[in-house]
């Protein structure tokens, strides 16, 4: 199966591109950032583009998986839908046809007839790319598409992405907002048993390119896999054993409540940032030890591709309020947080449209299960 992991390499990449060219290009910049201010039809434009460029991303990788892999259409799920209204009021399906020109006449008719912002984002769909990645091509993996599902988030932070803020970290540092906090998430798990087990995202907005007019972005794989736990990044190193002070440092939103910022605080140090897919890949990254999420307010496609680059580093993602509970029931013999992991094939009962896949107890992204049983043990004491 690395052949799943080169293809969604590559269209994450051309996912990247898409998110780049609609900043880069002016026809599709002007469409982007118009002032939210005249007439409703203008409005409603506006605000069909920004969900085009998430629909048009999420169809490209749906298109692309499911050429090369029939066994996984029907399987392929993300975050929007592709039933669109253009500001003309007409319902359209946006697909990616087989030919270019085909799919830029299909892009036309959804940006009011815009040949020229219809053929660029055409171009940059239809693009051929081929990124070299040794050691993804190098992966043995006994799985089959037919036991694999996908979780697409086309563009994690979307309001980050529109309103542009070109903050730059300092190189391997952390943004709290702006461009950088904008991820393409791709994250694969089993059917069977809802677990993630390959997870590719793509920061399109990393540094400035050396024009000082683009940016050049980078991006992250993980394979967790009965024996197979690989990760194009090597684990951080700063984990709470290896930490003197036995501090952690703890990334939310910064929309969290204030009692559980209060709870928190006497682990160590509270950053805050932009994205739940960023905050994952704080983690990941080791900028943060943990991401601490209280409330339902994430989805499957937010947390299946981060999660599976956890897996593959010896982390996890645990569903908070099941850890809670979990903690409540078995602390004395520490094990909180086991079994408690979040899964993604099964939708929540009782709940209508997209909330029947939130991630509805919260979660807590860690890697070292140290610091997820220090976090659940301060919140059970304090909630
Ligand atoms: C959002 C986005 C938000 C995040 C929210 C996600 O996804 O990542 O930034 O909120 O949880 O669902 P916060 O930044 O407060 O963590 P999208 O941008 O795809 O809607
Ligand atoms: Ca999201
Ligand atoms: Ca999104």
Not at 66 to 88: D, R, T, W
Not at 223 to 234: H, K
Request: hydrophobic share 40%; proline share 4%; glycine share 10%.
């Amino acid at each position: 199966m690395a052949d799943l992991l080169r293809l969604l390499l590559n269209v994450s990449e051309k996912a990247a591109n898409v998110a780049r060219v609609c900043r880069q290009e002016a026809p599709l910049f002007e469409l982007l950032v118009q002032e939210k201010t005249g007439a409703d039809k203008n409005k409603k434009f506006v605000q069909d583009f920004k969900t085009l460029a998430d629909v048009v991303i999420q169809e490209m990788i749906r298109h692309d998986v499911g050429a090369q892999f029939p066994e996984m259409v029907g399987f392929i799920h993300g975050e929007e839908s592709n039933k669109f209204e253009n500001g003309l009021g007409e319902s359209v399906t946006v697909t990616v046809c087989a030919q270019e020109k085909d799919t830029a006449a299909l892009l036309a008719t959804v940006l009011d007839g815009d040949q020229t912002a219809a053929s660029l984002l055409a171009r940059a769909i239809h693009q051929e790319l081929q990124l070299r990645d040794e050691a993804a091509e190098a992966l043995q993996l006994p799985l089959s598409p037919v036991d694999l599902g996908i979780w697409i988030d086309p563009i994690d932070a979307t309001s980050q992405y529109i309103e542009g803020k070109e903050e730059v970290a300092p190189e391997g540092g952390f943004c709290s907002s702006g461009l950088p906090c904008a991820l393409v998430l791709i994250g694969v798990y089993l059917r069977a048993s809802g677990e993630p087990v390959m997870g590719v995202i793509n920061q399109p907005f990393n540094q400035k390119d050396s024009t000082g007019n683009g940016w050049k972005g980078q991006h992250f794989w993980g394979v967790s896999y009965g024996s197979v736990n690989t990760c194009s990044l090597p684990r951080p190193v700063n984990s709470l054993l290896g930490k003197e002070d036995g501090t952690v440092s703890v990334v939310l939103s910064s929309s969290e409540k204030q009692d559980v910022k209060d709870a928190l605080a006497p682990l160590g140090r509270l950053m805050y940032a932009s994205g739940a897919g960023y905050k994952i890949l704080c983690v990941i990254l080791g900028l943060a030890d943990v991401y601490v999420l209280s409330e339902g307010s994430t989805f499957k496609w937010d947390s299946c591709a981060p999660h599976a680059l956890l897996r593959a580093l010896g982390g996890g993602v645990a569903d908070l309020r099941e850890s809670l509970s979990a903690s409540r029931g078995c602390v004395i013999e520490g094990k909180a947080g086991h079994g408690a992991e979040l899964t993604y094939h099964i939708p929540r009962t009782g709940c209508q449209g997209v909330e029947k896949w939130a991630n509805h107890g919260g979660l807590v992204a860690y890697l070292d299960s140290k610091v997820l049983m220090k976090v659940v043990g301060e919140l059970s004491g304090k909630r």
